[in-house]
């Protein structure tokens, strides 16, 4: 496949960040989807804070109500986030405002396999972090997601 079609398959992966397996293509062939992933990963962890930034950016929060990505709205729906009760996605709501105000970037967390208690836990656990903390730890949630969507994008 070319550039352009390399792209459009697996830019997706990071959340609205075509710009992760733009960089990637550089790198190939690649001999598995671990390795793939490993080079985007790399690909982020070596790009300047303002791309990091940008790429935390892009997710949506958790449990909200807005229009998000199609494959974003399918993970949050597959831990029942898209039926949160009035108080639960009020919860949701505050926790993620507090986070934002706190650090910038939205809360991200890998919910494949979670359910919305400890999602809900975690969340009161991490705004509590310092910034390089929470950095580290929302970059490494964001591979961590990569990955679910990596193995289930190629076969």
């Avoid at 390399?6 to 390795?35: I, N, Q, Y």
């Avoid at 831990?79 to 926790?95: C, H, I, P, R």
Wanted: net charge neutral; proline share 3%; with cysteine.
């Amino acid at each position: 496949m070319n550039k352009e079609e390399f792209v459009s398959k697996v830019g997706w992966v990071f959340e609205h960040s075509p710009w992760v397996a733009t960089m990637s293509w550089d790198c190939l062939p690649f001999k598995s989807r671990e390795e793939l992933l490993q080079t985007m990963v790399a690909v982020v962890k070596n790009a300047d804070r303002t791309l990091q930034l940008a790429l935390l950016r892009a997710h949506p929060d958790l449990g909200t109500r807005l229009k998000i990505s199609e494959v974003s709205q399918k993970e949050q729906a597959g831990v029942g986030l898209d039926k949160l009760s009035t108080k639960d996605y009020g919860e949701f709501v505050s926790l993620n405002q507090r986070y934002v105000e706190r650090f910038e970037f939205p809360f991200i967390m890998a919910v494949k396999g979670q359910n919305k208690d400890a999602i809900l836990a975690t969340m009161k656990e991490r705004v509590g972090n310092t910034y390089e903390q929470e950095l580290l730890t929302a970059l490494n949630e964001v591979y961590k997601i990569a990955g679910f969507r990596v193995y289930d994008v190629i076969q």
